[in-house]
């Protein structure tokens, strides 16, 4: 089958950066965070390859959590969006997931529908510190654990917090989570052990916030939320995004190149056509700005990247053919574009360029022995 472009997983970098990870926070364990299609990397090839490693695994939504199971994980999955509807909160139980709560009046609801099916309902209680999105204000957790411990079937199984400014703001990370121990050391004796969780990536440098798990997503993938991570360990991006050249064409000076004409030749150009556009997920604020590597040199897009389509200048790459790679995000020689360099063009987080890459486009994983290159027109080549 004819592949425009594709994305390329590298599974030996993920568990390296696992285990790199997994040294800094012990005892601490990681709790991967896999939502958002595992932040574009594919959800249930990296819920797989993590979970021998894992107790628990975190998704956004119910329909990532069912998704797991029907692939076979059997591992625990706490589910981040807070649950309101009766038929998901059913779902939910039915299938023993964990979930967040953040409101009072959900709890009856939980009550009937665990009633109803005879299964406890295991929840984590947020703590709203200073995020300002979902989770209880810390005066209302004497009043919610309460109602809590009244209902049978309700299990609270975790409390946890979610840093807002981690990134670039560690003294905002030290006081959110004062105020959520605060609030959970009022927590009274229950028959149960009920686990602690405030820090994402960007809180690892924050050792005290670590408490039983933490809650890793961008730096598993090998990204850093901030440069302080950076100094703590070494990790490797695991992604890379790679599309076909499909047409080389010779351009006349003075002409213009795609929509709206926002490139006009300076001079006579060869310009490579690479089958990826916005509506994979390449966004079209890149247009006229960023790098793809093409026979290991950089190459400027020029024009607006399309729906499609995106146009590089390779009139100083000799030997460019048609079926030919070029790399979007990745490493070629010794050449490198990443996420982070995309991100800064675009104006916005590395986290939103992988989230981006379109679920529709064919992922394929790179065990030990590797892969073999991508033809033009099959991918039989690749073990996925």
């Known amino acids: ?8 997983i590298d599974l ?3 568990s390296r950066n696992f285990e790199k990870l997994s040294k800094l926070v012990s005892p601490s364990r990681i709790a991967p965070v896999v939502k958002s299609n595992a932040y574009g990397h594919g959800l ?6 993590l979970e021998p490693k894992v107790d628990l695994l975190v998704v956004g939504n119910l329909e990532e959590a069912l998704k797991l199971r029907e692939a076979g994980i059997k591992k625990a999955i706490l589910i981040l969006l807070p649950l309101f509807d009766p038929l998901s909160i059913r779902e939910t139980i039915k299938n023993g997931f964990a979930f967040s709560i953040s409101s009072k009046s959900v709890i009856p609801v939980i009550e009937n529908e665990a009633r109803k099916l005879r299964k406890e309902a295991a929840v984590h209680l947020e703590i709203d510190t200073g995020m300002s999105r979902t989770g209880i204000a810390p005066e209302e957790f004497d009043e919610f654990i309460a109602a809590l411990m009244l209902s049978p079937y309700v299990r609270l199984k975790g409390i946890y917090t979610h840093f807002a400014c981690a990134e670039k703001d560690l003294d905002s990370v ?3 989570l004062d105020l959520f121990l605060s609030c959970v050391k009022r927590l009274p004796n229950l028959n149960s052990r009920v686990e602690l969780h405030a820090s994402n990536s960007a809180g690892l440098v924050v050792r005290r916030a670590h408490l039983d798990f933490v809650r890793i997503g961008i730096s598993l993938y090998g990204l850093y939320p901030n440069g302080k991570l950076r100094n703590l360990v070494k990790l490797e991006p695991i992604l890379s995004l790679k599309s076909h050249i499909f047409l080389v064409k010779r351009i006349k000076k003075g002409q213009g190149i795609s929509y709206g004409h926002t490139f006009i030749a300076p001079r006579d150009m060869k310009i490579a056509v690479l089958g990826i556009g916005y509506g994979d997920g390449y966004m079209r604020q890149l ?3 960023a790098d793809v590597i093409i026979k290991g040199r950089r190459a400027r897009v020029v024009g607006n990247i399309t729906m499609d389509f995106t146009m590089a200048d390779v009139s100083h790459i000799e030997d460019v053919r048609e079926g030919d790679v070029a790399v979007i995000i990745g490493k070629e020689g010794d050449e490198r574009v990443t996420a982070d360099e995309l991100a800064a063009i675009a104006g916005t987080i590395n986290y939103h360029i992988l989230t981006s890459i379109r679920e529709s486009i064919p992922r394929f994983y790179i065990e030990e022995e590797g892969v073999k290159p991508l033809t033009l ?3 039989e080549s690749y073990r996925g």
């Open 174 to 176: 030290e006081r959110q």
């Open 12 to 14: 030996g970098a993920l």
């Open 1 to 8: 089958m004819e592949q425009r472009s594709w994305v390329e």
């Open 44 to 49: 249930v090839k990296i819920s797989k390859a």
């Open 377 to 379: 027109f099959s991918s």
């Open 287 to 289: 247009s006229n700005k």
